[in-house]
């Protein structure tokens, strides 16, 4: 069986990143390990308490020779403009969670909304990553 | 603290229009969200996304009002207030350059979203933001960007 263990997301800043997932966003550090024989990488994974086994990986955009600059500015600039990548969370209170958010500081960028598939909502993380937060409602089979 | 991208403040500019457009909000407030001044901000929002803040700010009111016009059954000029529109005539005019058709129009051709599609919130809003279109203005646009 497969499953999906971690995924990845792009930060500016690891610090930054950290306090927001962990003070605003509620997650817990799963992992925070700096590794000096690999240049001081920083290996840091957050994670919601409800789901112990997927992890999100907030990566810093490495230079060469991993990556080279051009292409380190490139990520950089598409994270900053926002097209790096949606993480979609669900919730079973969007406007509960929102509120709980908000008051932590989270800045929205779309309030609750009525949808034909449930309610959701939208913000984004200090880097740029846009995140959607979703009350899916049951749909009847049929 | 790493080195922000300009572009992140740019991102705050028009999430600062995808959030508030139903507030009587104009580019100078986009500039300060970037904390540009308004002629830096708008050549620098131009050269990021492609577009003048001022064209982002009326296709994103002109989206939800299109979204208004096929969910709810709220009179043109209400939804010309929601969107943070305050002249009807000019709602109605730049909706029928972008959208080909009169707001009224454009409601009787179009079922509710909910019959066809069950597509995420986002992808509406990024989808069904319309091009931007002029006529008999071209020569000026350069002229009317702000």
Known sequence: MITIANTQVWVHDQDEALAFYTQKLGMEVRSDVTVPELG?????????????????????????????????????????????GTLFLTTEDCQASYEELKGRGVEFTEAPEQRPYGIDAGFRDPSGNSFRLTQVTELSSG | ??????????????????????APIRVADMARAARLS?????????????????RYLLTRRLERAA?????????????????????????TTSFRRMFDRTPTEYRAAHPPASD???VPACVVRAYARPEHRTFREDSREGALVR
């Open chain 1, 40 to 84: 001081n990488f920083r290996w840091l994974t957050v994670g919601l308490a409800a789901q112990p086994d997927i992890s999100i990986v907030l990566m810093a955009i490495p230079g060469p020779p991993v990556m080279d600059k051009e292409t380190a500015a490139q990520v950089r600039q598409l994270m900053g403009k926002g097209f790096a």
């Open chain 2, 1 to 22: 603290m790493q080195f922000v991208p300009p572009a992140r403040h740019l991102l705050n500019a028009r999430d600062l229009a995808d959030a508030r457009y139903f």
């Open chain 2, 38 to 54: 308004p002629a830096h901000f708008s050549r620098e929002f131009r050269r990021t996304f492609g577009e003048s803040p001022h």
């Open chain 2, 67 to 91: 979204a208004l016009l096929r969910t709810t059954d709220r009179s043109v000029a209400d939804i010309c207030c929601m969107v943070g529109l305050t002249s009807v005539g000019s709602f």
């Open chain 2, 116 to 118: 066809l599609a069950l």
